[in-house]
Structure formats: C-alpha cells, structure tokens
C-alpha cells in the first residue's frame, strides 16, 4: 500500500468531519493554546484525587469518577458521594457511562456496578451486577459490560441481556477462542467458571461497539477480540504484548486501539499503523475520544494530543509541562473537552473570540488600526509603531518606505492595494506580490495637506481620501491631492473619523462637530441636530445605509441627515464609542471604553432595545481585555463575516456564525419546595394547608462552561399574570396564596441567551382551611341570607313600630292637649261661668256685690287667658319653671288661692324634708304639671281648710305629697279612676308612669284627700344618667313633641 497516499485519505475525512457539522464544538483551527483553559485540584476543591473517568447525565451534571470515589460538578461547585444505599461504601470509581436511558453507571474497583438513575442508587443485585471489568456504550447508546462470569452484556429496557449465543462451544471449528487461557478462565468463553470470582490477568478492560455492530473487547495482556454473530473472536495479527487501554469507533466499522505501545487502526481486514502520524505510534495512550467537529483526542502518560486535517497538535499547557498522565477524556454536550489528570480535572473550552497567543512580533500588546485584505491577510498596527500582517498564524512585519519606524494611525484597502496613514510619514500605498511588497508614500511636498494622516478612507469613485491632526483633509484622484479645510466648511482641521457614505458622500468627525460633503455642498452637526456630542470618535455606514456615530456621550445615528439617539438603551452604550462593525445577520458589534457587545441594530433603530437584544463579551469569552483604543477602524469586518478588534490588550476576531449559535440548551430542574422554611418531600403533586404564609421554589440549571450566565424565568399559574424577568436568583417566593391547585413552572437559558422552554413543572395545591371550604362558604352564605331577612324583618318591624309610636305620639299629644285644656282654659271657664252666674244671682239685691264678682269675673278672665298661652306654649315647647321646686309648689298654691271664688281661701303650706335637689328637665315639668293637678282639684273641689305640700328629698327617692281635710273624692270615682268627662286622675297617672313614676290618692269623704308621687332618685335628680336617658326617650320618640 502506498502510506502517503492512504495518509492523504484519512487527512481528507478528517477534513470532511471538521467542517461536516453545524453545532460546533472547539474551534479545529485553534493551536491548544488558545483555547480556554481552566482546572481545578484540590486547591479549588477538588478533593478526589487521580481521575480515572468522566461522564454526564441527562441533567447536566458532570461525574467524576477517582481514586478517592465519586464526584458531581455543577460547574462551580463538587459534590463528594461517600456511600450508596444500604451503607454500602464507593470507594474507589474505575469506570463512568452515562447512557441513553439516563442511567449512569458506575464501576467500582471490586468490580461491582452501581446504577444512578432519577436521583437514586440502585445498588447490583444479581449474578449480572458483580464480576463486572469494563463499561462502554453500544451505537444505540446502550450500555455495554463485560463479565467475567456473563461475558459481554448490555442492558436495554430493564434488564440485562448476554450477547454470547446459548450454542457457542470451545470446540468450534471458527475462529472464536478454543482451548487457550483466556477461554479456560473466562466462563463466559468454555462455559466453565473454574474462577469466578477471581481477576484474571486477562481480563477485558476496554469494550465498545463500532458502525458495523461489532462489539469489540480489548484486554489486559492477550489482544484484541470481538463478536459477532453471538460468537467471539480474535483478531489474528494481536497488538503485540501490550495492555489495550482504550477503543475508539470510527466512520465505517473502522476502530483506533489505544494501547501502551501507540496506536493501531482496525481497517476491516486488518491491525495497522499505516496512516497515522509518527507521534501516535509510540505514546502509551490511556485514553481517547472524537469530539463533534472530528478532532481526535488523545491522553498519554506524557499529556494530550490533538488529530485533526491540520496535523498532530501538542498540548501546550501545564498538563504537558507537568507531564501529568491523562487517564480520561470527556466531551461534554456544550462542546468542552475534559480532561482526567493524576492531579485533578482540566477543561479546555472553545471561545467567542479568538486572541492570539504572546510570541514576538505577534499583536498581544496595546492594538492600533486594523485591516483584513482579499487575501485573508490581517493587517495590524501595534499603538508603539511598526506595522504586520498576519495569515495562517504565520506573522511578517513590514519595513518597506521605513514603516517600521514609524507609528501608524490607519488602515485602508481596496483589491491588492493597501493604504496606510502615518504619524509622521505621511500616506503610503502597498501592493503585495510574490516575493515582496512594493511601497509608495506620498507627502506634503506631493500635495498631501499634512504628513501626519490619522484616518484614510477610500470612496466608490476611486479616489482616497485622508484625514489629518490639524491640517484638514485631502482627496487623492488621478494622482493630485485636492484639500479641504475650514475655510472650505468644515468645522475643525482636526479629523477623528472619517468614511465614505455608499452614495458618495464624504463624512468626517471632528472634536467640534460632524460634517458632511456631498456634491460640493457641506454640511455640519453639532448635539442640535441630534449628535450625543460634538466629538466624534468613530464612524460606521451599515448594509441600510445608516451613519452610526461613536461619541464620548454614547452612540448616536443618522437617516435621512437627521440625527438620533437611540432611546432606553444599556449604560454600556452610553460610554465612549471606539468602534462599530456589522456582521451579515443585522448585528452591531461595538467597542466601548469598557466593553465589547454585540446589539441587534433594529432593536436600536426602533428603540426597544430588550435584555436578549445586547450580548456582552469578556475575559470568559476569549477576550485578552474589554478596553477598546481610539484608532480609525479597530472594529471591522473582514470578506469572510469575521469581526475583528483591536483592543488595548491585543487583537481578537470572533466568527459570528460560531458566536450567534444557542449551544445546549440548559436543563432546569426543580430542587426543593419549603413552606415557611420548612423542607417537604417533592412529588407529582404537592399539598399544603393554607394557613401558612410562605412557599419557596429552589430550582437550579447546569451549565458547565458558564454557570455564571444562567438564566431562569419562572411562572406560577392560577397566580402569575405572565412569566416573571430573567434572573439569575435561584429561588421563587410566594406568600398568602389562596386556597386552589397551581403550577410551579421554571425555563433556563444558557450564556448565550437561548431558552430551554421545556421546563419543569410541578403541582402544587393549597388545601383550604376548614372557614375556606365551600361547603363552609354555603354555609356563611346561608347564615348571611338568614341575617338578612332577619335584619329585613327587624327592620320591617322598627317600621311599623315607628308608625305606631308616631300614631301613638299624635293620640297622646291630642290627649295632652285635651289634658292642658282641662287643666287651663277649662277650669278657668268654668270659674268665669261661677263668677257671672255669682253676679247674676246678686245683681238684683246687692249691686255692689255683683259688681265685685264681675271684677273678679274679670280678673280671671284675664287669668285665662295667661293660662292659654302658657297651654300653648307648652304645646310648643317646655314649661319654663323654677328650678326650686318647693319655691315653685308655693308660688302655684298662693295663686290658685288667690283666684278662688266664693268663700275664704284655704290655709296653704309646703314642707321640706331633706336638702334641696334640682330636678331634671325631663322629669321637673311633669312633676311640676301632676302637683298643679293635684293642688287645683284641692283649692277648686274639695273645700278644704288646710291644703299642704310635702317634698321629701331623699337618696333614692323623690316624694311629693299633697293633701287637704276637705271632702274626700267619691269612691266610685276612686275605683274606676277617673270621673266621667274629667280627664284630671287619668292625666296624673299617665304623666307619672311616663318618668317611671309611681301615683297613689287615698280619700275619705268628709276626712280629706292624699296625693302621694313617688319617683326614682336617680332619674329624677339632675345627673349625667338621666342626660342618656334624655337621649334615650328622645331617640324613642316617648318625650313630648309640640
């Protein structure tokens, strides 16, 4: 066979699988070096020890399985598992898989399995789950055991299944393994298990399957076998003496052996080395494995290496110069490679942008102006002077028309031409051709305005055109310059910016303002027409024809020659703006004083810029520093998409294609559920009671390469209106819930904004307390309509109480008036009658007697017609009497002896027992209307001699007694208690029970008549009581109304 030309073959599939896939892992065009790397030993906690294998589950988690037992990484933090169930101890791990079913499996150096599944351990069991000396996964990605009493098996569903068929004998005449150690040890391979228990030599360390569904089985000390068709065999030419460290499958049942003397192909037919490089020929290899984007990974005792289109590539960090064995690797599903170490683990992740690594004459130092040509070439200027190009990592720096000695401001190009504008040189053009470069500089005594040129830009027409620190610009055209300065219209000689406008138009930044040049015409701006500010430091025309504007006051931009600011954008774009480019999917990439972003420009144009709208950049994602650098074009875009920047701490190029990918999605899963504070076990469906306050959501999402930029969005439904912001808090709380079933609902996004929308969610009820159920509900409903027509009918009621009392209160007021007019008008009639009767009788035999009884007649007449004011002001309104109630009695006796008629006045006296009290309004004016009753029917009926007035004041007792020696009353009249057309006793007695009164009248005819009130001290006399009980009648409607 022709080597070289069979080398050419694998190089070339190799090329194919590089660039074969969409979802890239690292970059195969990156030296190691630049790749991210990262590691952690027990200086970071890292506490296991020698690595002997890796592996990731479903959930994100990466496994780590050590000399020292078994390890779980998040990405930040490791978790030690000391034991499995049943207190069985770990132990050392000697083999991790992870398989299709979610299962992980776990190998312990007593060849015992353990099978992680949902959370939980399932320690082994059976024949199957002991004797157990290697793990591997099938093409189905099942997983696959080798036994030593079993043989080879995988597990599939939930069991395990031999893949030895039941008729293979030692004595077949095939090439399977007859009568040799290997069969007579192996049960599996004579069906005799002399040993079975027992760890042989020859024991299988490395199976896999490849393509063609050929299980392979590498052993310690006795070759390579596999099996096919239920039968096992070996491989004839044997991999020498060397213990088979590893299998790795290829394209088309092809397989690479690692073992401790190199590497060798299985072609088909045939072990082989042919093809391969020399360096993987003699390395003891212990591991290997083929990422995503075909590079070939291989651990050795001496450190890592790298196959791929491009070559062998030597790992050039501190695995190699330490020369630590690398007993595993590990690609996990974001693409990084992993990396199992005596020391620790190490990761090597691929990045946004590509920095290059520091060698001499390479651009790690302060960048300045940077150019890509049609050739791939990238031109660069470092800030401290000089001026290189670089291609294929190969880095030349350029000494023609002394450019080495001198510092370059600008860039420029167009076809096999490159412009470049210098401090003090002026402005030289480049042509690159085989075998050198030619050079040609022009200066002030060509024409140039001022030899040093800080910005260069070249417009459609075919001119170039130059911007100068203080002598204006100048325009290049069929080799004359043509210059421009303020007394041409521009605002300042001194040029930050310039580019040519795809419609020809010249624009050019100035510290003063920005200015325009469009058919002879110049136009200038200031913040009045829409700039953030007057200074300008950098200029970009994008696909739609839009002028952005970098200022030290933030980005500004120009449609139609009006200006704009953006509106509600990030605090990142409100610094200074160094530079702006545009890749091919509408995205703006830009470097600030601070920070490197990329934002969707039509998110800017439009003024809603959102949270996914802006991505920044930083250390993490490649970049040797964040600091952008005043320079004409340090961000650009090259003809392939690529961006590149030149920063302050070096030049870095990001492919956005690469850059823009979502990568894996992160997996969110919810932790815990506490109720105020207190833990409680997950299920489908959760139930607490409401009577507590607060329930807390723990859910986390893994993400190896960036944990930091995890994102989770969260909605609880029966609760949440819409799904709560993205935040990096790992916690939801709610309090107060009402009673009701909800629906915990959590999303993650990864470092790169994409959203895993199939969350997890979780049931969650609230169980009413026992006022919250509906059947309680019913009942209060109940009981409230109950209440309610029980308050109808009660008011229904007060109604018609109301109603009676108003017609209570008119029959007693008509009473009342009638009593006043008894008591009044009435009696002072019937007096006046006696009088004119009196003076008829006599007029005819004593004149002078008849004239003295008309006087009198007179006089009461006058007295009648007082006392119907006084009945109709009592009608309206309160008796105003004497506060002294013995002054008033004796006032009231002298008048009505006084007005009597015929015969002497009767003797009238008042008693006092007790000290004096003032009486409450309320009760004083009935007191004072039942005593005139009483007295009047003394003086006017009873022809006394001696009428008296007792009051007795005592404590709890009010008495008032009236009593003649005159008559007496009728015991008729007594009994039936009152006197027919009278209505004196009746309105005594209803006064009387009126303030809670009580009325008694003893009489004996011819012995005389008592009148006895008795009333309650502590109503009757003045006091705060008896003002609520004022209140009380009043609101009752039981006080007189006039």
């Known amino acids: 066979m022709n080597v070289p030309r069979f080398a050419g073959k694998v190089v070339a599939v190799l090329l194919v699988m590089c660039f074969a896939h969409t979802v890239y892992a690292v970059d195969p065009n990156r030296a190691i070096s630049q790749y991210i790397r990262e590691s952690w030993g027990l200086e970071r906690g890292f506490t296991g020890g020698s690595v002997n294998s890796i592996a990731q589950t479903a959930d994100g988690y990466l496994w780590i399985g050590t000399a020292k037992g078994l390890i779980r990484f998040d990405g930040a933090n490791f978790r030690v598992y000391q034991e499995s169930p049943r207190s069985i101890p770990i132990g050392p791990v000697q083999e991790l898989i992870a398989d299709s079913q979610s299962n992980l499996w776990i190998l312990l150096e007593n060849t015992k399995i353990l099978r992680y599944h949902d959370g939980k351990f399932d320690p082994g069991h059976n024949e199957a789950e002991v004797g157990i000396t290697s793990l591997g996964r099938g093409r189905d990605g099942s997983a696959l055991l080798s036994s030593l009493t079993l043989g080879p098996l995988n597990y599939r569903g939930a069991s395990y299944q031999t893949l030895i068929a039941p008729d293979a004998r030692s004595d077949s005449s095939t090439s399977s393994v007859t009568n040799d150690e290997l069969s007579s040890r192996l049960s599996w391979a004579t069906g005799v298990a002399t040993h079975r228990f027992a760890k042989p030599s020859t024991e299988v360390i490395a199976v896999a399957e490849t393509t063609d569904g050929i ?99 030597y790992d050039g960090g501190t695995t190699t110069q330490s020369g630590h064995a690398v007993n595993s690797l590990f690609e996990d599903r974001e693409g990084d490679i992993w990396i199992g170490t005596t020391q620790g683990i190490e990761r090597l992740r691929d990045s946004s942008f590509m920095s290059f690594a520091i060698a001499k004459g390479s651009p790690e130092r302060s960048g300045g102006p940077v150019y890509v040509d049609g050739d791939g070439r990238a031109w660069f200027a470092p800030l401290d002077g000089g001026l290189r190009w670089m291609k294929d990592g190969h880095i030349e720096s350029v000494s023609a028309a002394g450019l080495d000695k001198d510092v370059v401001y600008s860039i420029a190009g167009r076809g096999d031409e490159v412009w470049v504008g210098r401090q003090r040189g002026g402005l030289t053009q480049l042509r690159v051709r085989s075998g050198g470069m030619d050079a040609r500089t022009y200066t002030h005594a060509e024409g140039l305005p001022q030899d040093s040129v800080y910005a260069v830009a070249l417009n459609r027409n ?43 138009t010249m624009w050019f930044g100035t510290p003063i303002g920005l200015t325009s040049l469009s058919r002879g015409q110049w136009q200038n701006y200031t913040e009045t027409q829409g700039l953030p500010s007057r200074d300008i430091d950098c200029l970009f025309e994008d696909s739609a024809h839009v002028l952005w504007v970098g200022t030290p006051s933030g980005i500004g931009y120009f449609t139609s020659n009006v200006g704009h600011i953006p509106r509600d954008v990030p605090r990142s774009l409100q610094e200074q703006i160094f530079g702006i480019a545009e890749d091919r999917s509408g995205w703006l990439w830009i470097a600030t004083s601070n920070h490197v972003m990329r934002v969707k420009r039509d998110s800017l144009l439009n003024g809603r810029v959102q949270e996914e709208d802006v991505r920044e950049y930083g250390l993490a994602d490649g970049l040797n520093g964040v600091e952008g650098i005043k320079r004409q074009r340090s961000v650009i875009a090259d003809s392939s998409g690529r961006i590149w920047f030149s920063m302050n701490h070096g030049l870095s190029v990001v492919d956005p294609s690469r850059a823009a990918k979502d990568g894996a999605l992160v997996v969110a899963k919810i932790d815990a559920v506490s109720v105020d504070g207190v833990p409680i076990d997950l299920a489908e469906s959760v139930r607490i009671p409401s009577v507590r306050q607060r329930v807390a959501f723990s859910f986390s999402g893994v993400s190896l390469s960036m944990p930091e930029r995890v994102r989770y969005q969260y909605h609880l439904d029966g609760f949440d209106r819409g799904w709560s912001g993205a935040v990096a808090a790992q916690e939801a709380v709610y309090t107060n819930l009402d009673p009701g079933s909800y629906t915990f609902r959590v999303i993650a996004s990864n470092s790169n904004g994409a959203w895993n929308r199939d969350g997890p969610s979780l049931n969650l009820t609230i169980v009413p307390a026992f006022y919250q159920t509906s059947w309680f509900l019913l009942l209060c409903a109940a009981a409230v309509g109950t209440l309610a027509w029980a308050v109808y009918q009660w008011h229904v009621g007060q109604v018609t109480a109301r109603m009676d009392i108003q017609f209570i209160e008119r029959l007693s007021e008509r009473t009342r008036i009638a009593r006043e007019l008894h008591d009044t008008l009435l009696q002072s009639f019937q007096g006046l009658i006696l009088h004119f009767q009196t003076a008829r009788d006599l007029l005819p035999k004593d004149p002078l007697e008849a004239g003295k009884n008309l006087d009198a007649a007179l006089e009461s007449a006058d007295q009648a017609m007082v006392e119907g004011r006084n009945a109709i002001y009592d009608i309206r309104g309160s008796t105003l009497v004497d506060d002294d109630l013995a002054h008033t009695i004796t006032s009231l006796g002298n008048e009505l002896g006084a ?51 007792e009051i007795t004041y005592g404590k709890r007792l009010l008495r008032v007694r009236i009593r003649d020696d005159g008559k007496g009353i009728d015991r008729k009249v007594l009994e039936e208690g009152e006197r027919a057309g009278h209505w004196g006793l009746p309105g005594m007695r209803e006064r009387a029970k009126r303030i809670s009164g009580q009325l008694a009248v003893w009489s004996e005819p011819g012995v005389g008549t008592e009148v006895e009130l008795n009333l309650p001290g502590s109503l009757v006399y003045e006091s705060g009581s008896s003002q609520l009980l004022l209140r009380f009648f009043r609101r009752n409607g039981t006080r007189d109304k006039g």
């Open 215 to 313: 299980v392979w089985l590498g052993t310690r000390d006795k070759g390579l076998f596999y099996l096919k068709g239920g039968r096992v065999y070996d491989v004839p030419q044997g991999v020498g003496d060397g213990s088979i460290n590893c299998l790795l499958p290829m394209e088309h049942g092809e397989l690479w052996i690692g073992t401790d003397r190199g590497v060798l192909r299985w072609t088909g037919s045939k072990l082989t080395r042919e093809g391969l490089p020399s360096a993987l020929g003699s390395a003891q290899v212990l591991s290997a494995i083929r990422d995503r984007d075909g590079n070939i990974w291989m651990g050795t005792t001496h450190g890592l290496l790298r196959f791929n289109s491009h070559g062998v590539s």
């Open 462 to 504: 075919g001119s170039v055109w130059v911007g100068t620190l203080s002598g204006g610009v100048g325009e290049l055209k069929d080799g004359k310059f043509t210059s421009y300065t303020t007394t041409n219209g521009m605002p300042s000689n001194n040029v930050t910016a310039m580019t040519a406008g795809s419609d020809g």
């Open 899 to 949: 007005n009597r008629v015929g015969g002497n006045s009767p003797n009238f006296s008042v008693v006092e027992e007790g000290t004096a009290k003032p009486l409450d309004p309320i009760f004083r004016d009935d007191v004072y209307h039942i005593v005139r009753e009483a007295l009047r029917n003394s003086f006017k009926h009873s022809e006394a001699q001696n009428i008296e007035a």
